[in-house]
């Protein structure tokens, strides 16, 4: 570790850089200070730093920011340093709890009031509210709107109002909360307060109603990029969807905790006992589930390692377990903004992670099946439909998976990510327009009244009872396709629907039909390449690659790595809170790296500051030290 550097690292902040007449700049360095003091961090993210300095001047702001990207220090620094107590508005107990626990082990006075206080420790908490003792308070937004809050809060001295997870406020999202709407009152009742929303989805109508709804006209819009490199997507086509997440998780993620998306509750059940019955822990997540062991299974992903939670999307927002390291779906999310949302829960922390997506033909079916099937009205649908099109476009992409998604989001990426299936096993393009025009005459030929089963079936030649019962052996199609295997005929279909050359019936039993669009390439003016799955690629070179994986470690290392583990979990059940919060992986992994033989080297780790070096520094060190005795190095 390099010397001297440490000690850049002072651990006392300069009084006079938040006094009154103090500049912005004094006052950036201050909260720079600030970082490296409580949270241990060396430097700010650049968006974190503008947005600190907008509300440090007292300026309204728009923060969005993808998940993982940093965003609670941007309200959390400010309510530190501005006089007064800084009131964070969040939608979901657990997200309060976890982040006030976060805060506590860093030394920081913060408290949230929510239903699950009795009124002797909301008492307590008012106490100390009034006292000026607290920099942060998180409350539930029926809480807050509450005549008395308002009175209360009327009285005291805020730093400023950051309203979290602010999209809640777009009746257009999935995570629309009434009582978001009627937070504009906060505009009216507190002017001079800054306040700043904040939240990781991106897209232009939600921003609008953020704006409009919450009276935010005059605030500055920090947009930060919505990549995350961290994660890699893949991909795969859907075979034996169980054995094939067995077969990722073996290669990728034999130990990691993550989470497993499947649509409906059975297939949660049956797919978290499968894996149980393969050696791995899994725990089930749905709606149907009493109350009690939905939050114990909930408890347990948070606080114990290497759990794997198979949930519907039920289980969403409020997973803010930063060690998340991949998010399986086993069915197609019925958006790229789902898509997105979901997967972005992995690799929080920053390190390598993986979004591993397996789909078929008749996920698509079904979901249109779902879709069709719902309430909502004709322009509802036409939207869902849309997306629903993006998303298996996605799904058949032939280019850097990164890029489009991006895209779809309205950002521009020069370059091919390397960190997607695509980008690391490029597919085999072909000028498929003679397998197209085949698939295409086939179905319209048959009547356009079957699914991709049967018409593969005609293709192949298959002389089936079904096909015999119809006469269609003698259709002129009958056998033309024998070119390619029934597996590569099923990718075909699905391209063809993902580009919209065909479609399926809106009641769902995945009838095929040509749309309009087909025309050009049945009459051989328009050329199309498509993917030709190859028979084999099950036995393609092995998929396991380096950088899903923790940094290698030698013998000696990864003993060191275990007990660092082992004593982050005792200390975190001895405090009651998730191992995680005592440290993250990448403080440990920096222990293991960096070897610290001090309190002040260790206090260099990133993710150290004051109060867990003095805390933990000590119990660690002693690892450490054990560690490098003769009897451990010998190899
Ligand atoms: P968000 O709320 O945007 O999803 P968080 O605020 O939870 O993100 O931060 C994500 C992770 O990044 C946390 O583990 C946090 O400690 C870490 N982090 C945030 N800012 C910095 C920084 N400037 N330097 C290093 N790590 C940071
Ligand atoms: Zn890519």
Not at 87 to 101: G, T
Not at 278 to 305: I, K
């Amino acid at each position: 570790m390099p010397g001297g550097k440490c000690w850049m690292k002072v651990f006392d902040l300069d009084a006079d850089s938040t006094g009154p007449g103090s500049t912005i700049p004094g006052m950036l360095n201050a909260a720079r200070t600030l970082l490296r003091q409580t949270f241990g961090f060396a430097d700010f993210h650049p968006q974190q730093a503008e947005v600190i300095a907008a509300i440090l001047a007292g300026h309204d702001a728009l923060v969005l920011m993808p998940t993982g990207g940093g965003k609670s220090l941007c309200y959390q620094i400010p309510s530190m340093l501005l006089d007064g107590t800084g009131i964070v508005v969040s939608p979901l107990i657990a997200l309060m709890q976890n982040q006030v626990l976060a805060l506590r082990q860093a030394g920081v006075q913060a408290e949230y009031l929510n239903s699950s206080l009795d009124y002797g420790q909301q008492q307590a908490i008012e106490m100390r509210l009034r006292s000026g003792q607290l920099d942060l308070l998180y409350i539930a937004p029926e809480r807050l709107l509450l005549p008395r809050t308002l009175e209360l809060l009327g009285q005291l001295k805020l730093a400023l109002f950051a309203i979290d997870e602010a999209h809640c406020v777009s009746s257009w999202g999935h995570d629309f909360r009434p009582e978001y709407l009627q937070l504009s009152v906060l505009q009216e009742r507190f002017l001079g307060v800054p306040r700043m929303a904040l939240t990781a989805t991106a897209d232009a109508t939600t921003r609008r109603d953020i704006v409009a709804q919450l009276g935010l006209q005059q605030a500055a819009h920090y947009i930060s990029s919505f990549d995350r490199p961290n994660i890699r997507y893949l991909v795969e086509e859907q075979q034996a969807g169980r054995e094939q997440l067995l077969r990722f998780l073996d290669q990728h993620h034999p130990d990691d905790s993550g989470i497993v998306y499947c649509l409906s509750r059975k297939k949660v059940e049956a797919t978290a006992q499968w894996l149980n019955l393969h050696g791995r822990q899994a725990l089930p997540y749905h709606a149907g589930l009493l109350h009690a062991e939905r939050d114990q299974n909930q408890v347990r992903f948070m606080n114990e390692a290497g759990l794997i939670m198979v949930a519907t999307i039920a289980f969403g927002m409020g997973i803010d377990k930063p060690d998340i390291r991949f998010v399986a779906h086993l069915d197609l999310p019925r958006s790229l903004e789902a898509y997105y949302q979901e997967t972005g829960r992995a690799g929080r922390d920053g390190l390598p992670a993986s979004a591993w997506l397996c789909y078929g033909l008749q996920n698509v079916v079904r979901l249109r099946q779902m879709l069709e099937a719902s309430e909502a009205d004709e322009a509802h649908k036409r939207l869902e439909r849309r997306k629903l099109e993006a998303m298996l476009g996605y799904c058949e992409m032939i280019r850097c998976r990164r890029q489009a998604l991006l895209a779809y989001f309205g950002e521009q990426k020069s370059q091919p990510c390397g960190n997607c299936d695509c980008c690391l096993y490029p597919p085999r393009v072909e000028d498929g327009s003679v397998y197209a025009s085949k698939a295409l005459s086939c179905v319209y030929r048959s009547g356009q009244r079957f699914g991709a089963g049967y018409i593969i079936d005609l293709l192949l030649g298959k002389t089936s009872g079904r096909i015999l019962a119809r006469g269609h052996q003698q259709l002129s199609t009958f056998g033309i396709g024998t070119e390619l295997t029934a597996l590569q005929w099923r990718s075909v279909f699905r391209q063809l629907l993902a580009g919209g050359l065909l479609s399926t019936d809106p009641e769902g039993f995945g009838v095929l039909r040509l749309t309009e669009a087909c025309r050009p390439i049945l009459q051989g003016q328009q050329p199309l390449q498509l993917r030709l799955e190859q028979p084999d690629r099950k036995k393609a070179a092995p998929r396991r690659s380096k950088i899903l994986q923790r940094p290698a470690l030698t013998g000696v290392d990864e003993q060191l790595w275990q007990s660092l583990c082992q004593c982050r979990t005792q200390l975190a059940r001895q405090y009651g809170v998730p191992p995680y919060l005592i440290f993250h992986d990448s403080t440990l992994h920096a222990m293991v790296e960096e070897r610290p033989a001090d309190l002040n080297q260790f206090s260099c780790l990133s993710g150290v500051g004051q109060h867990k070096l003095e805390h933990y520094g000590a119990i660690f060190l002693q690892i450490l030290q054990t560690h490098s005795s003769p009897l451990f190095s010998g190899d």
